[in-house]
């Protein structure tokens, strides 16, 4: 994943210059901030095996409470995260239990969590938000050292993330029963507990995202997490997660996530039409995913085995 | 259900007196309501507002305003309100159920276009004043639906193409912004500016006829870096959803550069954004035109009066005016009120302080 991206960033480079310039590259870390946590927050759902479809109500919902409780005013904003945190424990508790517990179907059971969250986006906005504190505008929006406020944060959920779950114990008995959640179970680690738990720290990345990208947008919709399902998928198989279960790759994530930032924005420097921008990111989605879960090997074994001589 | 329908249809038709398209008093004018407007006529009527999908500040204040003007004649004495939640199906049904119901006068806001065609042409067909707006639905007047009040979007162009003849005379670089890839609104939008600027000293910069960023605020900041990025000098940026650049004109100033003249349809937001930015910015001078929430109150007028036996309006068109001009300062310098929220429109007719209370 490393390697794409630094060939992406050459490609950039020589093909659409403009798409690596400083405006270029400040425009587009944000987003890719955005959508590592988004990332991250998958990547725990796909290490307990299952998958996480109410990203796009749980963004919009962290939206519309960051942006609408306060209506303007800087002062509400605080009371406003807490509840917007609240509110993505309740989310995250909910899929757990019903997919951790209940043992429902992930996907079915997080779409239904998913419709849930957007009633309650509805139900706060009646469709629509209003305008983010100018507070929150400078904290997610600004710049610090020459660089976006929103990359510092994604970075801190990074590093946070990577200590929880590569140096503690308990991270490593969350790895160790998403690749194995029988044996796991054998040796008496608590497997409902932890995946459950996926789900609750994935919404608390959402809701980060959420944040975030009320700030840097100034004037989202109340349906502005539905651009982000897909790629959320998508950057944690970029990465290399199994969608199994098992370990996962945060930092791999996080690049995944600035490899199809990058790709948006080349798409868009180059100047195609809008069809071509689509197949674009669509086959390198493909050939990303494909990397991983088609076993070469086996394939290029049966395509150029040799010919056995038919009896004569 | 259908079945229902139909027998409702069936019914309502033979209740009716004379051609299926008149109801009450027709093109006849009846006695007029005391202290009403005149096309509020004597005949009793329930009226029906349709949205196609109710869901966002603008529409939440046009149908307040259509509300509003339903309240100013005595004669409509029944109101119902139906949101499609952006489901065709779900705003065909919509259409069938006021009928069902028994309304008198239907004003629907079509969201999807032609394929609520033939739900307008069974409601009018029914005996049910029918009064599609804004979004013209394809059909003609008299034949599928009383009458389509709007315009097409190539006034809200001119308007635009207008402004930027007047304060570019010697030609400009065009940075078009528009909705989802192909829509029609974008389209008659560019048809209208190149009547007026329609040669070559005038440039239309990136992928024609506009720039996609399908009204999402997001992608918007996105494909503006980019443009930013690409083109060292955009004189102009054209938008029909001007709420939705605040977010992302800042790209300029952080690629050093001013932030460039803007046309666009008014917003409270937008209007404060410029306040706040226009002393730091010495390119940025901004026109707007009028967004459009009162559209709904023309609709409503013509569908009241051909309902109640009241005097028709005497247009079906609803043009849009120029609305703030930074530069002229005619016929509004840039309004702005920063007590109040940002996605109210003060184009509109009705009070600021209305419009933000519908928000709370």
Redesign the interface.
């Known amino acids: 994943m490393g390697i794409a991206v630094v060939v992406l960033f050459v490609l950039s480079a020589i093909l659409a210059p403009s798409s690596v310039s400083q405006g270029a590259v400040l425009g587009m870390l944000p987003f890719a901030s955005i959508l590592a946590c988004v990332g991250l927050g998958q990547m725990l759902v796909v290490q307990q095996g299952g998958i996480d479809l109410s990203i796009p109500g749980a963004v919009s919902l962290a939206i519309v409470v960051v942006s609408k409780v306060p209506n303007g005013d800087n002062s509400v904003l605080l009371p406003a995260i807490l509840l917007a945190v609240l509110l993505a424990v309740l989310a995250g508790v909910l899929n757990g239990i019903l997919v951790g517990w209940l043992k429902l179907n992930a996907i079915i059971a997080t779409l239904g969590t998913n419709a849930l969250l957007f009633a309650v986006v509805i139900g706060i906005s009646g469709g629509s938000p209003t305008t983010t504190t100018r507070l929150l505008q400078s904290i997610a929006g600004g710049l610090t050292f020459g660089i976006p406020n929103s990359v510092f944060f994604a970075v801190g959920a990074f590093l946070i993330l990577t200590i929880l779950l590569k140096k503690t114990v308990a991270g490593r008995r969350f790895e160790a029963i998403g690749a194995n959640p029988v044996a796991a179970r054998a040796t008496g680690l608590r497997v409902r507990v932890h995946q459950s738990a996926a789900y609750v720290w994935a919404q608390l990345l959402y809701c980060l995202a959420g944040i975030l990208l009320a700030g840097i947008t100034a004037q989202p919709t109340a349906f502005q997490g539905n651009t982000y399902l897909i790629p959320g998928v998508a950057v944690v198989v970029l990465a290399g997660t199994s969608l199994l279960g098992g370990r996962g790759y945060p930092l791999a994530t996080i690049v995944a996530a600035l490899f199809l930032s990058q790709l948006d924005q080349f798409v868009l420097a180059v100047g195609v039409p809008y069809a071509v921008r689509s197949i674009v990111q669509a086959a390198a989605l493909a050939v990303g995913v494909g990397m991983y879960t088609i076993n070469w090997a086996a394939l290029r074994a049966r395509l150029f085995r040799p010919r056995v001589k038919a009896p004569a | 259900m259908a079945a229902v329908v139909g027998v409702a249809a069936i019914a309502l038709t033979a209740c009716s007196s004379g051609a299926p398209s008149s109801n009450g008093g027709g093109s006849e004018t009846g006695a007029p309501v005391a202290g009403a407007p005149d096309w509020c006529g004597p005949n009793e009527i329930t009226l029906g507002l349709l949205d196609g999908f109710?869901?966002?500040?603008w529409?939440?204040i046009t149908t307040a305003a259509g509300a509003d003007e339903v309240a100013k004649c005595p004669s409509v004495t029944g109101y119902e309100y139906a949101d499609g939640q952006g489901d065709t199906q779900k705003s065909i049904a919509d259409i069938q159920g006021m009928v069902a119901k028994g309304v008198n006068a239907l004003v629907v806001f079509p969201d999807a276009g032609e394929a609520m065609l033939p739900a307008l042409r069974s409601a009018f067909q029914a005996g049910v004043v029918t009064v599609p707006y804004r979004v013209n639905p394809g059909g003609k007047d008299g034949v599928d639906y009383d009458a389509w009040i709007g315009a097409d979007f190539t006034t809200d162009g001119k308007n635009w193409g207008d402004w930027i003849k007047t304060n570019f005379p010697d030609g400009a670089n065009i940075l078009f912004l528009s909705g989802p890839?192909g829509n029609s609104q974008g389209e008659d939008e560019l048809a209208g500016m190149k009547t007026v600027i329609g040669d070559d000293s005038y440039k239309f910069i990136?992928?024609q006829p506009f720039e996609?960023t399908n009204w999402?605020?997001?992608?918007t900041?996105?494909?503006l870096?980019?443009a930013?990025?690409?083109n060292p000098q955009i004189d102009v940026i054209v938008s029909d959803f001007g709420?939705?650049l605040?977010?992302a004109l800042?790209?300029f100033t952080?690629?050093?550069r001013s932030i460039p003249a803007l046309v666009t349809s008014d917003g409270n937001?937008l209007g404060c954004f410029w306040k706040d930015n226009e002393a730091a910015n010495p390119d940025f001078k901004m026109m707007t035109v009028a967004t459009g929430n009162d559209n709904v109150r023309l609709a409503v007028q013509y569908a009241v009066a051909k309902a109640t036996g009241g005097t028709l309006p005497d247009t079906t068109t609803f043009d849009a005016p120029v609305f703030e001009d930074s530069v002229s300062g005619t016929p509004n310098p840039v309004e702005c009120r920063d007590d109040l929220?940002?996605?109210i429109f003060l184009s509109a007719e009705m009070s600021p302080e209305d419009q933000a209370a519908l928000?709370?």
């Open positions: 109710g869901g966002n500040s529409r939440k890839k990136g992928e996609p999402d605020p997001a992608v900041q996105q494909v870096t980019s930013i990025a690409k709420p939705s605040v977010g800042p790209e952080k690629s050093g937001v929220p940002g996605d928000l709370k």
